[in-house]
């Protein structure tokens, strides 16, 4: 295996292959899919939700993006590791972006940033890739636009709606982006905006055409339970094995079967016999 980079990420597209990408926030979860194979790792800021329990990703801190990426940086051998620029740490100036972009990198250990937004965050995105930072693009159901969207809601589905969501995607591509990733768009727009761009589409909720997927690994999992969107699929249903484990562990400490002679340590039984009498 060689590690993925992200030409070798565009080079899938030209070939064909198709781009494996997930969610991870910590270093155990991230060690097991860089040791499964998979492309891309990406320390969303969706942690928000499924790690630290908000209602939408709008409080997400550049401490807590750090503090997440560089955990799964340490987990990673051979992933691309992508991280999330939260709410607020772009979109104040370009300026900020290349910072926050740069603290990603320098203490975070990113080998990539993410940034939701099409031509208004296009100055932002040429500054950080000339800064030599590699950026993915998100586009279409953009959560940190959720109170100007009222709601999580599928984008692109009217002609004007469709244009611009094509329009920012060429205007990324355009701008530098390595990658971009389409949230919540109908199937069939997606595989419009695959086929016109060079740069690889990871999809979320985005059809069959993408060049990619990408899944919160909470949700393909079953653990997170408050909200499960249409596009998810499970893989497992850790969320109940987890809670029956939890359950089995409770009754055996209440009847004592845990822990038993083979998790205990010994000591010599003359050092035992002084201490009794
Ligand atoms: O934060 C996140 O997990 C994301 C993916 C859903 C693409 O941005
Ligand atoms: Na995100």
Known sequence: RSKNTAASIQNQKRNGDKISMLTAYDYSTAKLMDEA???????????????????NTLSVTMEDMIHHTAAVARGCKYAFV???????????????????????????????????????????IKAIVDAKIPLISH??????????????KVQGKDEAAAIKLIDDAKAVEAAGATAVVLECVPAELSK??????????????????????????????????????????????????????FKKYI????????????HSYKIDEAVIDKLIS
């Open 37 to 55: 194979g998979v492309n891309c790792i990406l320390v969303g800021d969706s942690l928000g939700m499924v790690m630290l329990g908000y209602e």
């Open 82 to 124: 992508v991280a999330d620029l939260p709410f607020m740490s772009y979109q104040t100036s370009v300026y900020d972006a290349v910072v926050n972009a740069g603290r990603l990198v320098k203490e975070g250990n990113a080998h990539a940033v993410k940034l939701e937004g099409g031509k208004e965050v296009c100055p932002q």
């Open 139 to 152: 586009l279409g159901m953009t959560p940190q636009s959720i109170n100007s969207f009222g709601g999580f």
């Open 192 to 245: 419009i905006i695959t086929k016109k761009l060079s740069i690889p589409t990871i999809g979320i909720g985005a059809g069959k055409y993408c060049d990619g997927q990408v899944l919160v690994y909470q949700d393909m999992l079953g653990i997170y339970s408050d909200f499960t969107p249409k596009f998810v699929q499970k893989y497992a249903d850790l969320g109940s094995e987890m809670k029956s484990a």
């Open 251 to 262: 009754c055996e400490i209440k009847d004592s079967t845990f822990p038993g002679l083979e």
